[in-house]
């Protein structure tokens, strides 16, 4: 998954596609989790994954943030690979909110300031505000 030779990433705004995406958890091989999955997500508008648990939204996530490569197909941004991208820099530029939410060990204002680590105080708040926190 760790390629040098990949491309800097500065900012990712592009529509993201899935093109007949396979994928098969390598500690479960007899059973394929997603099949010739194919979307786009355009750019500017709202995409919901929705599906009953254990149909594979969150492996969709996995795949794109390329904590594993699909078994076959293509996962795409702007219609460039993402795996021409560097790695540490792509999930740098992709925000997720997990079904679960992850507080760390510390008050809300740090958990909130950890996302940016350099927002004033009055961003705090307002993304406070803005989550109902």
Same mark, same amino acid.
């Not at 995406?21 to 997603?34: D, G």
């Not at 009953?52 to 702007?78: A, H, Q």
């Not at 560097?86 to 530029?93: D, P």
């Not at 008050?107 to 105080?121: D, H, L, P």
């Given at each position: /998954? ?23 958890? %390598?500690?479960? !091989? +007899?059973? %394929? /989790? ?20 254990? $149909?594979?939204?969150?492996? $969709? ?15 795409? &941004? ?8 560097? /790695? ?7 925000? #997720? #909110?997990?079904? !679960? %939410? ?9 958990? &909130?300031?950890?996302?940016? /680590?350099? +927002?004033?105080? +009055? ?9 109902? +926190?």
């Amino acid at each position: /998954v760790w390629k040098k030779e990949t491309e800097s990433i500065y900012d990712i705004d592009g529509d993201i596609e899935f093109d007949n995406v396979n994928f098969i958890y %390598p500690s479960r !091989e +007899a059973t %394929p /989790v997603l099949r010739n999955l194919s979307f786009i997500a355009r750019a500017g508008q709202t995409t919901a994954l929705v599906g009953s648990s254990g $149909c594979g939204k969150s492996t $969709c996530i996995s795949l794109f943030l390329r904590y594993y490569e699909p078994s076959s197909g293509r996962i795409s &941004i702007d219609g460039r690979s993402i795996t021409d991208y560097n /790695v540490k820099q792509l999930r740098q530029n992709i925000g #997720v #909110v997990s079904q !679960e %939410p992850i507080l760390f060990g510390m008050s809300i204002y740090e958990n &909130i300031r950890f996302g940016k /680590v350099n +927002a004033t105080q +009055a961003e705090i708040e307002q993304a406070a505000r803005e989550a109902n +926190a």
